[in-house]
């Protein structure tokens, strides 16, 4: 059950980390620069607690 666990949470992660990479890139959030680093991270990150708290939500 542990390994299930585990393989659900890396795929979860996954898909959570393509979905916020697909919001940045529409966007326009791709370039390497400090400032857009930072904003990919916050745009990701809030994404990521929103995507979390929808899903506890539902179960």
């Known amino acids: ?5 585990v393989l659900f949470w890396h795929g979860f992660t996954a898909i959570l ?3 916020a ?3 940045t890139t529409i ?3 791709n370039d390497d ?7 990919r ?3 990701g990150s ?3 607690v929103i995507m ?7 179960v």
């Open 1 to 5: 059950m542990k390994r299930a666990f």
């Open 17 to 19: 980390a393509s979905i």
């Open 21 to 23: 990479n697909w919001f």
């Open 27 to 29: 966007l326009g959030m």
């Open 33 to 39: 620069s400090k400032y857009g680093k930072f904003i």
């Open 41 to 43: 991270r916050v745009v």
């Open 46 to 48: 809030s994404f990521a």
């Open 52 to 58: 979390v708290m929808l899903t506890a939500a539902v």
